[in-house]
């Protein structure tokens, strides 16, 4: 898709990722709503960014704030959605709080699905559109410590990989890009120590907004990134048990990690 002057939408634009997605379209003369709830942040991106966009300050978990959105691009035309949005919590399953739970699941699943729903018929007007969600390798691997955020990730994936075939006979590519460990904020300091200890690599965000722009360049549907973490991806859709064993034996040095994560909130 050529990016001048297409009107995108962006959520979580205030986060690490988001952030570097915001620059790389607006090199490319994109139209962008950057959305999020941190007004700082957000005055401080646009602040840097050439091109004309608009902020919208708005808590996408209410119905309200996802209306607001959903006005702007009514009345202004939208070409491409790019679902950036996402909250994580580390913490062994049992010991999560429901509402954090909740959180997860509305923020990561819940609510971008409402909100697809009724850019649809928005994006379906285009002779030309996307949908692309930021998914994780945790969208496709069970990770002990991060249960919650797995299930909204897998249900992310699901989501839209069944969207996907449903568009499939109109004008509207849906995608999905799969990041693995990246440096944001969405990582607590227990996150970031486990990951040092389990010698996981980490990407910055401007590479995951490199791959996001490889998505939008080409036909392709799913994208996952990061070696070994790509051929982790495969392996546990074909043969589970062996991930699992592996990932089993790590299972100490995660819940030292965890408890670890508990104390810290
Ligand atoms: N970082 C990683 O290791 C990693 C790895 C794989 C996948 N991902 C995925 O990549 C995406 C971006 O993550 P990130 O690392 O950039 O995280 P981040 O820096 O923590 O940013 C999260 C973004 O989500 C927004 N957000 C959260 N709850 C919201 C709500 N209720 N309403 C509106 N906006 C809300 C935040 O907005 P405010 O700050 O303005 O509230 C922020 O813009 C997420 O889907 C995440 O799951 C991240």
Redesign the pocket.
Known sequence: MELKDKRILL????????QAIARRLDQQGAKLWL????LH??QLLLDDLVGDHTIII????SQE?REKVISSCEQQGLDLFI??????DFQFYEQQDSRVIEQILS??LV?PMLLCQRLIPILQSQPEAAIVN?????GSIGHPGFTA?CAS?FGLRGFTEALQRELADTRIKVSYL??????????SDAVRSLNAALGNN?DT?DQ?ARELMVILSSNQQQRYMGWPEKFFVRLNGLFPGIVHSALVKKLTIVRQYAEKSSHEG
């Open positions: 959520t979580g634009a205030s986060g690490g990722i988001g959305v999020g709830r941190n942040k957000l708005t808590d996408l978990n704030g679902n950036a949005v996402g909250v994580m923020t990561n609510s930021i998914g994780s390798t945790f955020y990730k799969a990041p693995r460990a990246t440096q944001t904020e969405l990582n980490t965000p995951v």
